[in-house]
Structure formats: structure tokens, C-alpha cells
């Protein structure tokens, strides 16, 4: 849910994840002194990180990346694409103002009785006599400011935005300039890992909510890079966007930061960043089994994750897309995309190459809540933490003593009463291709050159900055 227009931009529920200082500020609470500390440059104990819930630290011996290098990451789940764009957002039109509206304000506008009914995000304001509205100014819908609020503001009939913020017919909003730079700043990141340490083995990767989304499509450009590691990538409550439906297809063909021809036409950088095509329902699994075996993908989530729920339907309403918003109103309609993007995924990859732990319940971000309360599905003796902690070190989530290229132990932990796999295999209609730019094979006479001093492992954890960090 990282902003994707000018009416998304200037949005408040999405504008505080444009800048780190407003994310610091407005969503992580913290105060100046402890912001400053952080940009200081001096050592900071994981300690420290883990009291502020920035995410999952390995501050513990439990954790499964204690004592490993690691790299703590904002991320997001734009930046699989968008992290290399200047993208510059024009606003909606003015309307045109009537002779009889009165569009003057002085200082926050309480004394405004202009005719702008229109919100700053592009959503028609309702009626202030509408049931539920706690401040009754009449039977109009034109913006006020009837509580002392920094501005004049209207209601809005929308389940996951219920008030804006307007401007006076009369103001112009100005273009806006939003910099997608998680993705450049990774790329340029792994460029400099790669530099100091080439012959990494195995690398994690551990993302929550976007970040999770970013650490399955990342997992296979860090898999290029390191052409003998293995590559396990963890996604926790990142159910936002699946390959294969209406909203990808819109950042595709609309979005300035999207794989498509209007991202390609705004200007960006020339770095790596993930690029293949989310419009096919197997294009993760394309992904997996070009790696043949060396990238594995776990996802952990509840069915009725209400954070999750909220950015669709967020997204739709910024996208325009009337008849998605209403259709994600109805959970019934949510589940039935979440199983079939996990049975597409589980059915097209190679054996072994995915898992997951699915929960009937609302939680989100199963880690950052510090594995409370403990949670663990029915039928199994296999606890969520367990699932994260076993898969993150090379083990087999449902045995310890195998490791994950085991073909025979389970890969699905589902709640009971979930579909079953027998209402339907998906197909795999297109063959496995390589991407641009991924690593030949041996048979095709790469010479890897002279064997420097392996390193073991390495960790990469994603923070998502469009909801809740880790």
C-alpha cells in the first residue's frame, strides 16, 4: 500500500511512507532524540532495535539469525519494481468554481463556506447529514472544518477510508515528485555484498507484510548473484499482491513505477531489480524452478489478515477500481484468491521448493508481535515459530532432523476446514523460461573462475514501510 498517484501521494494514510522521517515520526512514535541517535552513525544494539519493535532482530540466542551477518533493509512492496523511478505525479484537474461559492479561507479554515466537495485524494466527499456522521452541518457535502482540524475535511462513503483532508476549488495542487528508490538502494546494496563476500553458500532473506512480497521476488535476482548459494526467503503476512489478478495488471499497464510501457517511459536507473511478469499466475514458480532448487519460498499468514485486507482495498480505491472495491468488501472473495494463488504456486513448482503455514485468524505480522500469542494449527505439533525458526536455518519445517531439499516431509500446514487441493489443480500454461540476465548453466561453458574463501551464510531482513515494519 505505498502511494501510486498524486491522489495516493497526498493521502495521509499513505503519504507517511514516502519519508523515512514522517515513518519514524508518525508511525514508529519516536521522538527526535531517539531519531537522531539512529542517524548518527554510531553502533546501535540490537537490543535497542528490538525494544522499539522495529521488527524481527535476532537481539536472542532463539532467534535463527543470531550471531550471523545480517543486513536490516527498509522495503517495500512497490519497491519490486518501483525502486529504481522519479516519478512525477500531476493532480486531478481543478473544478471549476461558481460565481456564488465563497472559496476564501483564513489560517485553518474554520470560516470557510466554499462549494469544494471533492478531497484531496480525488474521492467525492458525502453527505454531512449521512447516518453515522458525528458532525451534522446540514444537507450538503461540501468540505469544512467543524472541529479544528489543521484544514477543511469532509466524510467519505468508503469502508476503508472514512475522511480527507480538501483544498479550496480556487488552490492548484502543484505536481509532486516521489522518489521509488528502495530498489536502487538494495541493488546497490547486494553490489557491495557481493564485492566483500562473492562466494556466500546460503542467504536468508526475511520479510513482513510488503517486505515479505519483496523477499519472494528478490530471492531469485540474489540467487543470479551468488550462483552456488542456496536462498531461502520467508514472506510474513504478505498476501497484498498475487500474480495474475486485476490490480497487478493496473500498476502494469498505469503505474509510472510498474514493469509496463509507462514505467519503462519514466526515467529511472539502470540497476537491477526484480522484472518478470506478475500478469502470469506461475510466474513465482517460472522463477523457482529456473533456480532448480537452490531458491525455496515459505509463506506464513491468517486467512483474515486485516491489515492485508485494508491495503487491497486501499489500493482499489486509489486505482479506481469500482468493481474490485466492492468485491474485496466480501471475505469470501478474499480467501478464494489467497487459496488459489497458494495451490498455484504449491502445484506449479518443483517438489520442494515451497511451503507454507496458513492460520484461520486476523493477526498480521506473526514476528514483529514477538510469536504472541503462540500460535499453532490443529492437527499438527508444528508451531508457527517453528515453521519460520526451521525453514530460515535450512531445516525442514515439519521435521528438524531433515533438512529442506527432503521430498517427503510436509510442505502445507492449512488450518482444518480450509478448501481442499481436490477443488481444483491449477495449470501451469506456460513453460519454465530463464529471465533477462539470469545465470547460464554449466552445460553452456561458464567459466567460474578461481575459488576464493567461502563464507557460510548471510541474512537479509526486509523491513516493509507501507504498513507495520517487520
Known amino acids: 500500500a505505498i502511494c501510486f ?10 503519504r507517511i511512507w514516502t519519508d523515512i522521517d514522517e515513518f519514524l515520526k508518525g508511525f514508529m512514535k519516536l521522538n527526535e532524540q531517539l531519531i537522531g541517535y539512529l542517524k548518527s552513525g554510531t553502533s546501535i544494539p540490537l537490543a ?35 525502486g529504481k523511478h522519479n516519478a512525477t505525479y500531476e493532480p486531478m484537474a481543478p473544478t471549476a468554481v461558481s460565481k456564488s461559492c465563497d472559496e476564501t479561507k483564513t489560517g ?27 458532525h451534522n452541518l446540514g444537507d450538503h457535502n461540501y468540505c469544512r472544518n467543524p472541529d479544528g482540524a489543521s484544514t477543511i475535511w469532509c466524510y467519505i462513503d468508503n469502508q476503508n477510508i472514512d475522511w480527507d483532508y480538501c483544498d479550496p476549488v480556487v488552490e492548484v495542487l502543484q505536481p509532486m515528485t516521489v522518489y521509488h528508490h528502495g530498489g536502487k538502494s538494495f541493488s546497490t546494496l547486494l553490489a557491495e555484498v557481493k564485492t566483500e563476500l562473492p562466494d556466500l553458500k546460503t542467504i536468508s532473506l526475511y520479510g513482513a507484510s510488503g517486505g515479505g512480497v519483496a523477499a519472494s521476488a528478490w530471492a531469485s535476482v540474489i540467487a543470479d548473484m551468488w550462483t552456488e548459494a542456496k536462498v531461502m526467503a520467508l514472506a510474513d503476512g504478505a498476501m497484498h499482491v498475487f500474480p495474475g489478478t486485476q490490480l497487478f495488471d493496473y500498476f502494469w499497464e498505469k503505474s509510472k513505477y510498474g514493469p509496463g510501457p509507462v514505467g519503462q517511459a519514466t526515467p529511472q536507473y539502470d540497476v537491477t531489480v526484480p522484472e518478470f511478469d506478475w500478469r502470469q499466475a506461475d510466474a513465482l514458480a517460472k522463477h523457482l524452478a529456473s533456480h532448480e532448487g537452490r531458491v525455496k519460498l515459505a509463506y506464513m499468514s491468517c486467512i483474515d489478515d486485516s491489515v492485508v485486507y485494508a491495503d487491497r482495498q486501499t489500493m482499489a480505491v486509489f486505482a479506481g477500481l469500482t468493481d474490485m472495491m466492492k468485491s474485496l468488501l466480501d471475505e469470501s472473495t478474499q480467501h478464494d484468491r489467497t487459496w488459489a494463488f497458494l495451490r498455484s504456486l504449491h502445484s506449479c513448482s518443483p517438489e520442494g521448493t515451497v511451503f507454507s503455514y496458513i492460520l484461520n485468524c486476523r493477526t498480521h505480522h506473526f514476528t514483529r508481535n514477538a510469536w504472541n500469542p503462540p500460535l499453532q494449527n490443529p492437527g499438527t505439533n508444528v508451531t508457527v515459530k517453528d515453521f519460520a525458526t526451521r525453514f530460515l536455518t535450512g531445516l525442514h519445517p515439519s521435521d528438524a532432523s531433515q533438512t529442506l531439499d527432503s521430498s517427503s516431509a510436509r510442505a502445507k500446514f492449512w488450518f482444518d476446514g480450509h478448501p481442499a487441493a481436490a477443488s481444483g489443480t491449477s495449470s501451469c500454461p506456460s513453460e519454465v523460461r530463464r529471465r533477462r540476465g539470469a545465470a547460464p548453466t554449466e552445460s553452456e561453458g561458464v567459466d567460474h573462475g578461481t575459488k576464493r574463501h567461502v563464507i557460510s551464510g548471510f541474512g537479509l531482513i526486509l523491513m516493509c514501510g507501507s504498513i507495520a515494519g517487520l
Open 5 to 14: 498517484n498524486h491522489a495516493s501521494c497526498v493521502n495521509r494514510q499513505l
Open 48 to 82: 535497542v532495535l528490538a525494544s522499539m519493535r522495529a521488527g524481527y532482530v535476532p537481539a536472542t540466542e532463539d532467534h535463527p539469525g543470531y550471531g550471523r551477518r545480517a543486513i536490516f533493509m527498509p522495503m517495500c512492496t512497490a519497491d519490486i519494481f518501483v
Open 108 to 134: 485553518a479554515a474554520a470560516d470557510y463556506k466554499g462549494c469544494q466537495n471533492w478531497t484531496r485524494s480525488g474521492m467525492a466527499c458525502a453527505q454531512w447529514s449521512a447516518a453515522g456522521a458525528h
